[in-house]
């Protein structure tokens, strides 16, 4: 299955008075690289959430999110710190004794004083978390790769369609070939009988000086290996998956086939044809670095 390495998901899971919310998102890459932002009380699970994604995704920079809700009362406590009550009481009756005070300090104002009442989250079994968490994960995963794989779809149907156009102007460029040949030796023999009149036509060096002509502008190499690479990319598309870097090599070799025939242009139409043919390729080119 051809895949996009753009893509989105999304998934909330709910366990008791605990909801996991994960979203996702990538863009292109050409690694699998993956930011997670997610509160730092669960930074114990990367590695897990990391080993998890791998089983999803191959390539592609992806963005995750993960938000944590918990509505039960017994998810925290209130912590008394005794030892910071006293403190404060002894600097209060400092004051008072210093600056000839009453010393009118009340339980109600000592228990206000910064950090002498707490609230502290209470522990949670990692393993019943994870096992919320991890469904959550699988859910934006699923959805990620679903999107991915519907992108792909479109982008194999339109690389297939220019595939089919580049191999159409390869034949034509096979089929203007002799074309061309013939085209040179009608001209040559003209010119020719232009200078030399009646004079009889050498045809051994006019046949040379046209064998030597079809050779400089022989494209029959690049266009097999061009068919061939389409062959091999069409094939790669209907029945590949993860072929993104395969693709992306390929049409870099198309592109050089490409370059060498338009060099070895010297017909007008052919040139033309050459110059749609690397358009089409460097389209196919853009298209393939977004498949995973």
């Known amino acids: 299955m051809i895949r996009s390495m753009t893509g989105f998901g999304r998934c909330e899971h709910h366990q008791g008075s605990r909801k996991f919310t994960v979203e996702m998102k990538a863009v292109n890459h050409r690694y699998f690289d993956v930011n997670i932002k997610m509160p730092k009380k669960f930074n114990f699970f990367e590695a897990e959430i990391r080993n998890t994604l791998k089983k999803y995704v191959q390539r592609g920079k992806i963005d995750l999110f993960i938000t944590y809700e918990d509505d039960s009362e017994e998810n925290v406590a209130l912590k008394y710190n005794a030892s910071i009550a006293a403190e404060y009481l002894k600097y209060y009756r400092q004051m008072a004794e210093t600056f000839g005070l009453d010393d009118d300090v009340r339980v109600s104002a000592l228990g206000r004083c910064p950090e002498v009442f707490t609230m502290e989250e209470q522990d949670v079994d990692e393993e019943e978390l994870w096992a919320t968490l991890a469904v959550a994960l699988d859910g934006a995963c699923s959805q990620f790769v679903a999107s991915r794989e519907r992108e792909g779809e479109a982008l194999r149907t339109d690389i ?133």
Not at 265 to 287: G, Y
């Open 160 to 292: 297939l369609d220019k595939l089919a156009v580049m191999e159409e102007n390869v034949n034509l460029i096979e089929e203007r070939y002799p074309q061309i040949v013939a085209e040179y030796r009608k001209k040559l023999e003209d010119k020719v009988h232009e200078l030399l009149e009646d004079t009889q036509i050498d045809e051994s060096r006019l046949a040379s000086e046209v064998v030597l002509f079809a050779d400089k502008i022989c494209t029959d190499e690049e266009t097999v290996r061009l068919k061939s690479h389409i062959g091999t990319m069409r094939e790669a598309l209907l029945h590949g998956d993860g072929v993104g870097r395969k693709l992306d090599f390929i049409a870099q070799e198309m592109n050089r086939e490409a370059n060498t025939i338009l060099s070895k242009a010297n017909d007008l139409a052919t040139s033309n044809i050459a110059i749609d043919l690397k358009t089409d390729i460097e389209k196919v080119r853009e298209q393939v670095q977004n498949i995973e």
